[in-house]
């Protein structure tokens, strides 16, 4: 009877890989109690802010709906303009108020060039500062 001592070619080889299943275990018990020890930290950013002051909301401003109609038409808030001198008569008392209000210029799409510039020069000239133009829609058709 004769015992088999490894392959039976003769050249003997030796194990050279280091078996790594302990090391493993040691850095996942390591790496737990690592987790485990850390305190909880808190994501809270201590500030001292400012304190806001109560103020009343502002006071949103009058708005002046001016038309100019196709044919040269002038509307103040839908009322017919008689002439220039009241239109002017017009825009000098806004001006004088504080704050100022918006005119929100609304030209008709047949209205000619000169009559909406007679209207923006005229506002310009008597110191009306916020003017806006509404109903630009109607151009894009």
């Known amino acids: 009877m004769s015992m088999s001592m490894g392959p039976s070619g003769g050249d003997a080889e030796v194990m ?3 078996n790594t299943t302990p090391l493993i275990d040691v850095m996942l018990v390591l790496l737990v109690m690592l987790i485990i020890t850390i305190p909880i930290q808190t994501h809270a950013v201590k500030l ?6 109560n ?10 709906d001016l038309e100019v109609d196709f044919d040269g038409t002038i509307l103040w808030n839908g009322s017919i303009v008689p002439n220039q001198a009241a239109l002017r008569s017009y825009f000098l008392r806004e001006a004088r108020k504080d704050p100022q209000p918006e ?3 609304r030209p008709h799409r ?3 060039y000169d009559h909406v510039a007679t209207v923006l020069a005229s506002a310009q000239r008597l110191g009306i500062q916020r003017i806006g133009f509404v109903g630009n829609e109607q151009y894009l058709e």
């Open 16 to 18: 050279m890989d280091i």
């Open 48 to 53: 001292d802010m400012p304190q806001g002051q």
């Open 55 to 64: 103020e009343p909301p502002p006071v949103p401003p009058e708005v002046i």
């Open 103 to 105: 005119v929100h210029l």
């Open 110 to 112: 047949l209205s000619k």
